[in-house]
């Protein structure tokens, strides 16, 4: 080992009990175990499903990450853990977690926040973050445009959604579409299937007085009810609906805004880097949409793979390591949990 941090981080901000372990900016491994499939008979997580199934998995999970990369758990120089937010009682799980491996082994602890932990993933993937970069986090909970002059310390918030996130949007349309949950995947493939300009459906805050008022902030509720109130209509006059072509024609307006404003917001603030992450930013169209558009602007595209977009543990090692390389203090042992902590605050 050289001197470089080995760091095991865990997630359990909603349904994903992730643990990962990272050395400096290297990932060993990255452990998932999903409760996924037990809300999909609820049609949306369940909190308290959620908490369960983050305890019957945390131990099993931190075990086979350790085997996995070969790693013991004296060998580790620090534990992370997204400490907000997220659902109450599974951040609960995660932090009561990390404080007993953290008081065993004797290792400092951090406390860190989820939001900032996506955009630190991508340096296990695509090496340091351009200083500032421009971040782009799309999930089921968060639509947010961040501008990151250091993900450790320093992550400033320029929009975010003002009622349903993009992956929110993707779930509720799926359920109107008869497709399953988690939405986003089914939309995405039955989009490419369909006509993406055959249904004209809004794009949310992108007027002139709400590019005045709400230059990069996010609303999908309205784009959301456009595509309930089209499919009824068809419904109510007999007619058969044309899945493909309203998965395709809603994901449009979804991408279109999304990379519309990061451009703008890239190109206000002087930044020629742009990182897409969260559940979101494995949509194929967005991947598709932003290259394209990014490349046109003259502004360097990161996205990480598909698999480090969703939750999981490796994002949280990838920001616990950084905190460890600049010499940030750890956490108190105290460390509250957060279900609504700010994006601002990057260590609890």
Known sequence: MSDEPLVLGIET??????????????????????????????????????SRA???AMVPTIERACREAGVALRDLDAISVTSGPGLAGALLVGVASAKAL?????????GV?????????????????????????VSGGHSSLLLVPDVTNDV???????????????????????????????VDRAAREGNRIAIDFPRGLTTGRDMERHRFDFSFSGLKTAVARWVETRQRAGESVPVADVAASFQ???????????????????????????GVAA??????????????AGVTLRVPR???????????????????????????????????????LVQA
């Open 306 to 344: 598909p698999g480090l977009c969703t939750d999981n543990g490796a994002m949280v090692a990838a920001l616990g390591a950084q905190m460890v390389a600049k010499g940030r203090e750890p956490s108190d042992l105290g460390l509250p949990t957060d279900s609504s902590m700010p994006v601002t």
């Open 283 to 296: 949509n194929s169209r967005l991947r598709a949409l932003a290259e394209e558009r990014c490349a046109k």
């Open 113 to 137: 926040n989820h939001l900032a932990s996506h955009v630190a993933v991508d340096i296990v993937e695509h090496g340091p973050l351009p200083e500032p970069t421009m971040a782009m986090l």
């Open 54 to 56: 983050h305890l019957e």
């Open 102 to 110: 953290a008081v065993a082994l004797g290792k400092p602890l951090y």
């Open 252 to 278: 449009e307006a979804v991408v279109d805004v999304l990379t519309r404003k990061a451009l703008l917001a890239c190109k206000e603030h002087d930044v020629d880097h742009l990182l897409i992450g969260g």
């Open 13 to 50: 901000s909603c349904d994903e009990t992730g643990v990962g372990i990272v050395h400096g900016q290297t990932l060993l491994v990255d452990t998932v175990a999903s409760s996924v499939e037990e809300h999909a008979r609820f049609g949306g997580v369940v909190p308290e499903v959620a």
């Open 156 to 186: 400033r918030s320029l929009g975010a959604t003002m009622d349903d996130a993009a992956g929110e949007a993707f779930d509720k349309v799926a359920r109107v579409l008869g497709l399953p949950f988690p939405g986003g995947p089914h």
